[in-house]
């Protein structure tokens, strides 16, 4: 999720996409956040488990989309599956739209576990193509933040995996299909848009250095952008930077000629020691509130995201749960709304 935001900013704002398939704004979902989901996933009774991992995420999706008015998540998964026995609850799809919800459906690549993968393609696909509830899919994301490591270094064997399932569901479905990466991962060097720290030989983005044939293989790129990592502050000259996201994709499809999904914005409520300390409450609510407003937007854009998948009690220790990157959710990771009822 961390992400180099552009230094040269331009004051657009947030709007409705004209994309094909446009679904203005969505939020990321995750499951994981939830004790009752966890608790499901290592049930030993493994129906048990998959009853309290289906209403953990049918009321999850309920509190989307009948309280915070979101009409599409994004995921990360497309099966999501009891740990000890491998069996799986219905497809997210299923659950979205059962109370109404679009989904831009997630696959996950397991770095160490390619068969788990390959389920996680077979579940896109067959969501995608379902004649009952496949029509809420509206696209499918291959892998996120995994094209490179933290520094960005290439991970050149995840980019050759995640191109050829990428591939593979593109033959199977109609619906876009791409892969979320960060934002200098997508392009490096001067132009406005790219990360200028990234160059060959030893840290190249895409657009510098594709051996695997990204570029070539998608249609729409998938650009997770967060100010916060680039330690901005969360305004400038009065304005949250939420408004400037949108320059900054426009400046990404100008470069490489592709339209683009902001796939990931967020603003966090908690920080570690060594993080932005721009993360609170207050300004989480002013990004979100700024991004909220839908104006002049041109990109679809995902918040990042809907529940924290930890509790604050960790926030400033320096321990492992008050890492920000746990925190970026509107409600926490109990469900609770953090912007009305900060904890």
């Given amino acids: 999720m961390k992400c180099l935001f552009a230094p040269a900013f331009a004051a657009a704002l947030i709007g409705l996409s004209n994309y094909s398939y446009a679904a203005g704004n969505g939020v990321n979902y995750d499951p994981a956040h939830s004790a009752l989901y966890v608790k499901g996933q290592n049930n030993p009774d493994a129906n048990m488990g998959l009853q309290e991992m289906t209403n953990a995420i049918t009321a999850d999706l309920s509190q989307i989309k009948n309280v915070l008015n979101f009409n599409v998540i994004k995921t990360y998964y497309s099966a999501y599956c009891h740990i000890l026995t491998g069996r799986c609850v219905p497809s997210i799809a299923q659950f979205a739209n059962a109370v109404g919800l679009k989904v831009l459906l997630g696959v996950y690549e397991f770095p160490l576990e390619p068969t788990w993968t390959e389920a996680q393609v077979k579940a896109a696909i067959a969501a995608a193509n379902n004649p009952t509830y496949g029509n809420a899919v509206i696209g499918i994301v291959v892998g996120n933040e995994d094209m490179f490591d933290y520094k960005g270094v290439p991970n050149r064997n995840m980019q050759r995996r995640i191109v050829a399932d990428i591939k593979k569901i593109m033959a199977q479905v109609s619906v876009p299909v791409t892969t979320a990466q960060r934002q200098g991962d997508w392009c490096g060097g ?32 998938g650009a997770n952008i967060f100010p916060y ?83 604050a009690t960790e926030c400033g220790t320096g321990g492992p749960l008050g890492d920000a990157n746990l925190h970026f959710g509107l409600y926490t990771n109990s469900g609770v709304n953090k912007l009305t009822s900060p904890d």
Wanted: glycine share 6%.
């Fill in 229 to 311: 990592w680039g330690d901005s502050p969360e305004q400038i000259d009065g304005v949250s930077v939420a408004s400037k996201t949108q320059n900054t994709a426009m400046e990404l499809q100008t470069q490489l000629n592709k339209n683009v999904i902001v796939t990931e914005e967020g603003w966090p409520s908690c920080f570690n020691p060594g993080q932005n300390s721009a993360a609170t409450i207050a300004n989480e609510m002013d990004y979100f509130t700024t991004w909220s407003m839908h104006q002049n937007q041109i990109f679809d854009s995902y918040y990042f995201m809907a529940y924290d998948l930890a509790a």
């Fill in 190 to 221: 001067a132009a406005p848009g790219c990360d200028p720290k990234r160059a060959t030989p030893y840290n190249p983005s895409l657009n510098q250095d594709d051996p695997e044939g990204v570029l070539s293989t998608i249609q729409v790129i």
